[in-house]
């Protein structure tokens, strides 16, 4: 995975409440195991019509909107448990979803996919929905050493939880197996004393 620790970009808006991982990425296109390409089919059935034509008012085929930091309305990711919705985020450009509750294993999922998910209460989504519209070009600081994000545009501070081994992994770029790897060495002194 790629190292993360710090973004200044700005945000796409996805005001819309309840989204499950089957609009994220409709079963149809759950047959490949490989990440890649997953992206082209992120939210199919809201980007295109039935003639695969771009729905122009859906917000990501707006160039209005750009950057890599999805702000998402609330309950994020529920539904079903299939890791292709995080993949088909990765694999379009997102590096961070923001919204005011995800579902859990969707939330694990996006994690171990080297994606940033970062909650924020309800009036603070609203806020920075409401800077958006106002300003598409805002910039956003995600800075997760420091576990903020701000909007100097609107002087907007937001700190934010992470579990801090799923921090370690994002800084550093590991997934579970690297993490185990990096430390190796005090996993042998472990069973060296252990053994004595």
């Known amino acids: ?56 008012d859906f917000v990501l085929n707006n160039p209005t909107f750009a950057g890599p930091i999805l ?21 379009f450009g997102f590096k961070v979803v923001i919204s005011s509750f995800f579902a859990d294993i969707f939330k694990g999922n996006v994690l171990n996919n080297g994606l940033l998910p970062i909650q924020v209460s ?9 800077a958006i519209k106002e300003n598409p070009n805002c910039e956003f600081i995600v800075d997760l050493v420091g576990q903020c994000i701000k909007i100097p545009s609107i002087n ?15 800084i550093n770029g590991y997934d579970d197996i690297d993490y185990l790897i990096n430390n190796k060495h005090k996993i042998e002194e472990f069973e060296r004393k252990r053994n004595a």
């Open 122 to 130: 309800d009036s603070q989504l609203q806020t920075i929905f409401k």
């Open 156 to 170: 907007l501070h937001i700190d934010f939880e992470i579990n801090s081994y799923k921090k370690t992994c994002l």
């Open 71 to 91: 702000v998402a309305g609330n309950n994020f990711g529920c539904g079903s448990s299939r890791e292709h919705a995080a993949w088909a985020l990765a694999d």
């Open 1 to 56: 995975m790629e190292k993360f620790t710090r973004l200044e970009q700005t945000a796409i808006p996805l005001d819309i409440e309840n989204v499950d991982t089957d609009q994220i990425i409709p079963a149809r296109f759950l047959k490949a195991t490989d990440r890649e390409g997953f992206g082209e089919n992120l939210f199919r059935d809201w980007r295109y019509d039935k003639n695969n034509k771009p729905i122009t």
